[in-house]
């Protein structure tokens, strides 16, 4: 019998993001055109990247890997979200789970990581411009990227392997559109303080390492644009920064407010909430703020359209 509740469970039912009948069609639609703008925002700018060479730099470098990276978390998530709101019940296998929140973790931890990198990029081109080519080397760039997709690794494995001993009893249903690690956590019959803290630990990791790279680095930027004479030159400084810090509050805030408060602060349906902005709102938004505000960008996109209507 005790067989039988172990980790047990052959599969789990996911509830969704609500149960009122009224509202699951508008919201599929809605989150279907999330993730539709998600897509096409995120593969177009791969693909403007990857096709004009004068975005062949390294900015762009981590602009095309942000973009792969927020396409493919949402594609792990949105999905099978979208299938709650059109099944009377959402099921996922116990393995299909455990991928997904390792998929989830991986992703998470890699946008946390490429964002401080492109932050140190910033810092490169505004306050070592003179060596910033030597500096920014294709080397030393995928040895970043390296970094960043390590540390995407070490999080989906700590935070997967956190969960996958654990034992599941009673039934089978998770208060989520995820599979995320506070529900799991909950919906154990043996997580003790230690998951716990094993959670506060790698996700303290996964945002404060970055978030402290972003700071010291924005420090140095913020010292090198005041030491700039020209005000046109200042300008030109904190526009460039402008969509990356952007970028970094979106995604660090919303990431931040889940999950580094005790569940008994943060109640669980207010934390499906929240973890839609880093799963679907951050992704969808990221593509538009890169390209809205960026002249590369807008020129690229103007050229290979030209390119488009000659052909």
Do not use: W
Request: proline share 4%; glycine share 6%.
């Amino acid at each position: 019998m005790a067989e039988e509740n172990t980790s047990s469970v052959r599969e789990f039912i996911l509830t969704g993001l609500t149960d009122q009948p009224e509202l699951q069609m508008p919201l599929f639609f809605l989150f279907l055109c999330f993730y539709m703008a998600t897509v096409t925002g995120n593969l177009g700018l791969i693909t403007l990247i990857g096709l004009n060479s004068h975005l062949h730099i390294p900015m762009y470098f981590f602009l095309f890997n942000l973009s792969f990276i927020d396409f493919s978390f949402s594609t792990a998530i949105v999905p099978k979200m979208l299938t709650s709101f059109i099944s009377e019940k959402n099921f996922i296998s116990y393995a299909g789970c455990m991928t997904q929140l390792f998929f989830f973790c991986f992703f998470v931890f890699s946008e946390s990581f490429i964002l401080s990198a492109m932050a140190y990029d910033r810092y490169v081109a505004i306050c070592k411009p003179l060596v910033y080519t030597v500096t920014m080397s294709p080397q030393v760039c995928l040895l970043l990227l390296l970094g960043v997709y390590g540390m995407g690794v070490f999080g989906a494995m700590a935070h997967t392997g956190n969960i996958v001993f654990l034992t599941f009893c009673g039934d089978n249903l998770v208060n989520h559109y995820m599979c995320d690690i506070i529900p799991l956590l909950e919906f154990s019959c043996n997580s003790s303080d230690v998951n716990l803290l094993v959670v506060f630990i790698v996700v303290t990791i996964g945002i404060g390492v970055p978030i402290v790279t972003i700071f010291i680095c924005y420090g140095f930027i913020l010292s090198g644009i005041f030491h700039i004479s020209s005000t046109e030159g200042r300008s030109k400084a904190f526009s460039t920064c402008s969509s990356h810090i952007l970028a970094v509050s979106l995604f660090f805030g919303s990431g931040a407010f889940m999950y580094l408060k005790p569940p008994s602060i943060l109640p669980l349906d207010q934390g499906k909430v929240s973890s839609l902005f880093y799963t679907i709102v951050v992704p969808m938004f990221n593509p538009l703020i890169y390209s809205l505000r960026n002249k590369d960008v807008k020129f690229a996109l103007k050229k290979t359209l030209d390119r488009i209507m000659l052909s």
